[in-house]
T-cell receptor, first 113, second 117 residues
Framework: SQTIHQWPATLVQPVGSPLSLECTVE??????LYWYRQAAGRGLQLLFY??????ISSEVPQNLSASRPQDRQFILSSKKLLLSDSGFYLC????????????FGEGSWLTVV | GDSVTQMEGPVTLSEEAFLTINCTYT??????LFWYVQYPGEGLQLLLK?????DKGSNKGFEATYRKETTSFHLEKGSVQVSDSAVYFC????????????????FGTGTRLTIIP
């Protein structure tokens, strides 16, 4: 069966420090991969999605970047965090094709102080 | 582009009340529609889905019917329980062919539901 894991689950980082959130999917190949953010009191915002190694689409201009060094690995990064980067980050995947269920990771709580 | 508009919350109901959370969408073509639920302290999980017009998705007593004529996918439950307290997200799977494929999902802003005993 397929599984998705992301880490770390919780982190507190000072303003200006770097960020790296990692996500891996097991039990499938060629997944579509996503990073979403859920800011406090707001809904889900799609940040990045990827349909293959090295292929990243950014949905909103921001202080973050994403990379896909391997087929089932998706990394969310920042060189210098801002206070506004605080939120709940969710990695997700779908099989190729349309109308597929999206499966979410456990989420990572980021607090920038 | 694709968009999802859902009923703003928060919604507070008494146990055993009837629930409706409205969701309407804008999309080109024939998207698939989803309801996701996020229980307190947890990630999102699929509640139900419908992939074509007039389909009804159902799970855990919740239902939603894909209405193409009104571009809606309203979530309903006849008798809510305290354990249904959560945030509910309506979403669609885009049908637009883009340079990166057509599997992108778009979510609504979520509706927080609180059920009181």
């Amino acid at each position: 069966s397929q599984t998705i894991h992301q880490w770390p689950a919780t982190l507190v980082q000072p303003v200006g420090s770097p960020l790296s959130l990692e996500c891996t999917v097991e039990g499938t190949s060629n997944p579509n991969l996503y990073w979403y953010r859920q800011a406090a009191g707001r809904g889900l915002q799609l940040l990045f999605y990827s349909i293959g190694i090295g292929q990243i689409s950014s949905e909103v201009p921001q202080n973050l970047s994403a990379s896909r060094p391997q087929d089932r690995q998706f990394i969310l990064s920042s060189k210098k965090l801002l206070l506004s980067d605080s939120g709940f980050y969710l990695c997700a995947w779908t099989p190729r094709g349309t109308g597929n269920t999206i499966y979410f990771g456990e989420g990572s709580w980021l607090t920038v102080v | 582009g694709d968009s999802v508009t859902q009923m703003e919350g928060p919604v507070t109901l008494s146990e055993e009340a009837f629930l409706t959370i409205n969701c309407t969408y804008t999309a080109t073509g024939y998207p698939s529609l989803f309801w996701y639920v996020q229980y307190p302290g947890e990630g999102l999980q699929l509640l139900l889905k419908a992939t074509k017009a007039d389909d009804k998705g159902s799970n855990k007593g919740f239902e939603a019917t894909y209405r193409k004529e009104t571009t809606s996918f309203h979530l309903e439950k006849g008798s809510v329980q305290v354990s249904d307290s959560a945030v509910y997200f309506c979403a669609l799977s885009g049908a637009i062919i883009s340079n990166f494929g057509n599997e992108k999902l778009t979510f609504g802003t979520g509706t927080r539901l609180t059920i009181i005993p």
